[in-house]
């Protein structure tokens, strides 16, 4: 599932992230490739806002297209109404359009391996500290634990199900897991599953990119 919904506030385009140009195709364009270049999906579904629902079944003919909601979970939510029969069910944020294919593979290979709940994360490389409103620095956090968490988050479908039959306040799919009790399990993730969320990170992307392809 590639929700995709969202509007981009922090990016700033004026157009829905997910169909923001990136090379010279969209940013969904290109996530969906990359989920086709892992080899392990059947089905894929996206949710994406309103307005876009046709001109996005046009755009991917293979891929289920739903409306998203107002919040991510939302767009999750509707998602998952469309997976079918799947047992094994990936959430990837459409914005983490330059993902490895690696990737796909360990989170499916530890839910396969019998993980309800599984993400890609790396290890924090700056210093945290922990400040107060007046931007005074209270403490400065141990690192040592602490990961960065990316998508795809993959799960057990009963496990996502479950996870969205309860509350839907929490930043990932996986602390909804973890909100309805199921132990999650971290893989390594890889830099280049950034999420794009602002003007910087869609230069990178297009340089990364240009340095990829030649
Ligand atoms: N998303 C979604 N439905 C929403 C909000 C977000 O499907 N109501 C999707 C986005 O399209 C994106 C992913 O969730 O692929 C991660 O969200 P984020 O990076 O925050 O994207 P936006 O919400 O679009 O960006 P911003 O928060 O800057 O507005
Ligand atoms: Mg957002």
């Known amino acids: 599932m590639i929700p995709a919904a969202g509007s981009g506030t922090r990016l700033g385009a004026g157009t829905p992230k997910a169909f923001v140009e ?15 270049a892992a080899g392990l999906v059947d089905v894929v579904v ?31 939510r509707a998602a998952l109404t469309e997976i079918g029969d799947a047992d094994v069910v990936l959430v990837h944020d459409a914005a983490r359009t330059l993902t490895p294919p690696a990737v796909f593979g360990r989170v499916v290979d530890a839910v ?14 700056d210093t945290l500290k922990r400040v107060d409103d ?5 403490s400065t956090v141990d690192r040592g634990p602490l990961r960065a968490v990316q998508t795809p988050q993959g799960f057990a479908v ?21 909100l309805a009790g199921y132990p999650v399990q971290v893989v390594a ?26």
């Open 22 to 36: 990136l090379g010279g195709r969209t940013i969904l364009e290109r996530c969906v490739e990359g989920v086709g």
């Open 189 to 214: 993730g890889d830099a280049l599953a950034f999420k794009i969320t602002t003007a910087f990170d869609l230069r990178l992307a297009e340089l990364l990119l240009g340095a990829m392809t030649g």
């Open 134 to 138: 007046g931007g005074r620095v209270i």
């Open 46 to 76: 996206v949710a994406v806002p309103e307005e876009l629902v046709d001109h996005t079944a046009a755009l991917l003919p293979d891929v289920r297209v739903v409306v998203g909601g107002a919040e991510r979970s939302h767009s999750v």
């Open 112 to 125: 396969r391996a019998g993980a309800p709940a599984v993400v890609p994360a790396l290890p924090v490389a």
């Open 158 to 178: 009963e496990a996502l199900r479950a996870a969205y039959r309860g509350s839907t306040v929490a930043t990932d799919d996986a602390g909804l897991a973890e």
